[in-house]
């Protein structure tokens, strides 16, 4: 396998595992409900999606700077699928953890 197809499924793994910790994160604090779903919520699983994408660079840049023609490649390479599989599983999960509203009585 080539250097950026090598770094594009390790993004898209590093974020299937941003999702799972965003999850795990608000299963700890208690924020998956089905009732609300609080800007603070979106804003911490951003943080900590973007946390991970910064990390992921610099574990890439450690292993891949010599193999790669450009720099900025470590940092292209896989920001679309990475963002995009957090996103998906991210919702996914949250939704199938926060279950249906609950019923309104008239």
Do not use: D, H
Not at 3 to 28: K, N, P, S
Not at 38 to 52: P, V, W, Y
């Amino acid at each position: 396998m080539k250097t950026l197809e090598t770094m594009y499924w390790l993004r898209l793994g590093t974020g299937i595992a941003a999702a799972l910790a965003c999850v795990g994160y608000g299963l700890a604090t208690g924020t998956i409900t089905s009732t609300v779903f609080s800007t603070n919520t979106f804003i911490n699983g951003l943080s900590i999606a973007l946390i991970t994408y910064i990390l992921s660079y610099y574990i890439l840049k450690l292993k891949f700077v010599m193999k790669v023609e450009k720099p900025q490649q470590i940092v292209t390479t896989g920001i679309g699928i990475y963002f995009l599989s957090w996103i998906v599983l991210w919702a996914l999960l949250y939704t199938i953890l926060a279950g249906p509203p609950p019923e309104a009585t008239l």
